[in-house]
C-alpha cells in the first residue's frame, strides 16, 4: 500500500500524464486525414492545423517524457521494485518482466520517434514528412501503453 506521499506524486504524474493524452489525441484525430502526408497535402495545410502539429508533436513528447521519467518508476517504486541506480533500459525491463509494457524496444522506438519529429527541418521538407509519417503508428502505441498503466494503476494504486 503506498503511503501519502508517493501517492500524492503518482495522481499528480497520473494528471500530468492524462493531460499530454488528452491533448496529444484532440490533435491527433483532427489531423489524422494528412496521414500518410505528402509534399502536396503538407503544403496546403492552414496556420490552424500546422499549429495542431505543433501540439500533436509536443504532447507526444510531453507523454513520452512524462512516462518514460516519472510514472515508470514510480510505479515501480510502489510495487517495491529495486530500481535505485538502474539505467533505464534496465528500468523497462522490468516494466516488460511485469507484463507492464509489451517489449522494451517499443519504448525505445517511441523515443527515437521523439527525437525524429521534435526537429524543424525548413529547408528538407522530405525529410521532416517521412518524420512525420512516422507518428500515426507511434501515436496509437504511446496512447495503448499510457492507457493501460493509467488503468493499471488506477485500479492497483490509488485507491
Not at 52 to 69: A, C, H, P, T, V
Amino acid at each position: 500500500m503506498l503511503t501519502e506521499e508517493p501517492r500524492n506524486k503518482l495522481a499528480e504524474t497520473l494528471a500530468i500524464c492524462t493531460l499530454h493524452h488528452q491533448r496529444m489525441m484532440f490533435a491527433y484525430e483532427n489531423l489524422e486525414r494528412y496521414f500518410p502526408l505528402t509534399e502536396l497535402n503538407f503544403s496546403k495545410i492552414s496556420p490552424i492545423e500546422l499549429a495542431l502539429f505543433d501540439q500533436l508533436i509536443y504532447r507526444f513528447s510531453k507523454l513520452q517524457d512524462s512516462m518514460g521519467s516519472h510514472l515508470f518508476k514510480q510505479l515501480l517504486e510502489a510495487l517495491e521494485e529495486d530500481i535505485a541506480n538502474l539505467p533505464f533500459i534496465d528500468i523497462l525491463h522490468k516494466m516488460e518482466k511485469l507484463k507492464l509494457l509489451d517489449e522494451a524496444k517499443d519504448w525505445i522506438s517511441l523515443r527515437q520517434t521523439r527525437n525524429a519529429v521534435s526537429h524543424e527541418y525548413p529547408f528538407y521538407m522530405k525529410i521532416q514528412i517521412e518524420e512525420l509519417n512516422l507518428l500515426p503508428e507511434e501515436v496509437e502505441k504511446l496512447a495503448a501503453i499510457w492507457i493501460r498503466l493509467n488503468e493499471y494503476a488506477q485500479y492497483h494504486m490509488t485507491s
